[in-house]
């Protein structure tokens, strides 16, 4: 089956693909290149999926590697596979083959690498991990593994949007009171009394003062785009039992 990915130019010294849902062997809510083995898709099918991207990759299955992820701040260093999948949200490396990956669905996938020092990382951000460090963390993991933060690209992939973004006041406070600035980041809706927030503009501001020059948003929103996507917060307003997960990854 044929699988779409978006790439960057910034990474194109690398193999690498946000993965959209196009493609693949789910059926039902989960239809197209479901990659998330939390979901309640069957075992098999998920797992066909995930070859279908080694594939893709020109590598094979077991050269996957990925994290329990738990909207932490931990980033890790790897060196090979794992036997169980640490709890953790974004992942490093120095060694070529690993193809490191995360899952996402309204989240922020974000793909980083240093060309000159061969030093990749990945990291699923959504708001709380983004607002809490998680791409610090990665940041600092590669730089341990002698990347150069000035030699960083950054590449934010398919996430929920401003426009789809709704949330309350709960919300709006802790990014406020975390740092007044962050009002930048919010649009109020006086109809409905909510404000909508933009998660791939925080992040790129907050690469940006990381002393990340080459970044970008590839500007797909998950939400709006139901052909191409799988989203977590449309699958609530539908209300759907569950929802499918997109793979991104990155090999040297």
Request: charged fraction near 20%.
């Amino acid at each position: 089956m044929t699988l779409a990915t978006i790439q960057s130019a910034r990474l194109k010294n690398f193999s690498h693909g946000f993965f959209t849902r196009k493609g693949g062997q789910s059926k039902g809510i989960y239809k197209g290149l479901n990659c998330g083995l939390g979901s309640r898709d069957d075992e098999k099918t998920i797992i066909g999926n995930r070859n279908l991207v080694a594939q893709h990759m020109g590598t094979s299955l077991d050269k996957i590697v990925g994290v329990h992820q738990i909207h932490s701040v931990e980033a890790i260093i790897c060196n090979g596979t794992f036997k169980t999948s640490p709890k953790a949200d974004a992942l490093v490396t120095n060694t070529r083959g690993l193809l490191l990956s995360v899952l996402t669905a309204d989240c922020q996938p974000v793909i980083f690498a240093d060309r000159e020092n061969s030093v990749i990382g990945i990291a699923h951000a959504g708001w709380r991990g983004a607002l809490n460090g998680v791409l610090n963390s990665t940041i600092n993991k590669m730089e341990a593994l002698g990347a150069e933060r000035n030699q960083i690209s950054a590449v934010i992939g398919p996430c929920i949007s401003q426009n789809a973004y709704e949330v309350g006041q709960d919300f709006f406070e802790k990014f406020t009171s975390s740092n007044k600035k962050n009002t930048d980041y919010f649009a109020y809706s006086a109809d409905t009394k909510k404000y909508h927030f933009d998660l791939p503009n925080f992040s790129l501001n907050l690469l940006k003062n990381e002393g990340i020059s080459s970044i970008e948003w590839t500007g797909h929103c998950t939400y709006s785009d139901p052909k191409n996507f799988f989203s977590y917060r449309r699958s609530c307003h539908k209300k759907e039992p569950d929802y499918g997960r997109m793979i991104s990854a990155i090999m040297l």
